[in-house]
Structure formats: structure tokens, C-alpha cells
């Protein structure tokens, strides 16, 4: 895409809405992200994200008004809520609203929200595919995993940062004491 200061004025002039997909700029960008998820390295499952108010925000702020400093960091949280992301989520909502799994004993043994950390963009895509973030089990029991979000700050359960993108997964995860559930999240812009 060779066209960012005709995106920038679209985004500028309000020309865009959010989709079930993503996105949709101009009426044929599409900006959309995935979430992909295995336990022990099989069962490999995908699922669209949503990308809330305050992430685009964000992104615009960053990308295409150049108003917002860019943030170094993010990481990704799975939730246990059921529950369907909405526009109106923020990081400051997002534990509280998703139920963030947040416990060390019944949960994950992970101190804080592992690092997304993606490799380079390749033909519109960004994403961590290549190094998925690992949580490690701890439980008495199971653990049900509903989604995933991917927020700027590393605190378990913070509520502080920008949420960019969270998903409910189209079928819930139930993972056991041992387990390593694996996450990777892409974000891509398109020709729609």
C-alpha cells in the first residue's frame, strides 16, 4: 500500500466505521486482527478480533495524525469471562468486564501478561506467530479460556495503558494443570 497520506485523509475526514471485520476505511481499507491459540502446540484454532473505540483511536493517533506518542510495548490476557468484546472496552474495563485471568494458583504461573512480540511486516501483516506468548497452567482443576486481549501495560488485571484488540474465542478453551496454552495475535491492513 503506497497510499498513506490518502488513508491519513480519509481517517481525518471520519471516513471509516468499524465492521464486524475490522476496520474499513475509505469504504475499501480493511485494518483487522486474529487471534491464534493451541494448547501444547496442537488444536490450533483463529478468531477475529475486535478492535475497540480506544484502540482506534490509537491508532489513528499514532499512525496517521501523528498526535499520540507510539507505545513500545504490548502484551496479551486471556479472559474467562462470556462475554463478546464491545467498542466501549478500554484497558481500564477490560479485566473487570472480560474477567481477566489474573490468578498465579488458579491460572497461569505467568508474574504479569506476557510480551507480544511480533516479527516483521510482511505484505500488510504484523504478528508474534513466530514467538506466540506462553502461559503456563496452575490449577487444581481446569481453567476455561473464553478470549484474549491485547493491552500496552504487563500488570495482570492493570487498568492502566490502551487496549488495542480483543477477540472471544468461537469456542471456549478448557486447559488443565501442565498445560502451555499458546497465543499469538496478527493484525493486518488490506485491500478490502
Not at 152 to 175: E, K
Request: aromatic share 10%; proline share 3%.
Amino acid at each position: 500500500m503506497n497510499h498513506l497520506k490518502d488513508i491519513r485523509q480519509f481517517v481525518r475526514n471520519g471516513d471509516y466505521v468499524a465492521t464486524p471485520e475490522g476496520v474499513l476505511i475509505h469504504g475499501c481499507i480493511l485494518g483487522r486482527g486474529f487471534y491464534t491459540h493451541s494448547v501444547n502446540g496442537k488444536d490450533v484454532r483463529r478468531d477475529h478480533n475486535l478492535i475497540p473505540t480506544e484502540g482506534v483511536t490509537y491508532v489513528i493517533g499514532v499512525a496517521w495524525l501523528a498526535a499520540t506518542a507510539k507505545l513500545a510495548s504490548w502484551f496479551l490476557a486471556p479472559y474467562s469471562g462470556n462475554v463478546d468484546p464491545a467498542a466501549n472496552w478500554t484497558a481500564a474495563n477490560f479485566a473487570s468486564l472480560a474477567t481477566e485471568i489474573v490468578s498465579t494458583t488458579e491460572g497461569f504461573s505467568n508474574v504479569t501478561r506476557p510480551a507480544w512480540t511480533p516479527g516483521a511486516i510482511t505484505a500488510g501483516v504484523l504478528g508474534n506467530l513466530a514467538a506466540k506468548a506462553v502461559f503456563n497452567v496452575v490449577c487444581t482443576t481446569n481453567v476455561n479460556i473464553a478470549g484474549a486481549g491485547l493491552l500496552s501495560v504487563n500488570t495482570r488485571g492493570g487498568t492502566t495503558g490502551v487496549l488495542s484488540s480483543a477477540s472471544r474465542f468461537s469456542s471456549v478453551r478448557a486447559v488443565y494443570n501442565g498445560d502451555a496454552f499458546e497465543l499469538g495475535y496478527e493484525v493486518e491492513l488490506q485491500d478490502s
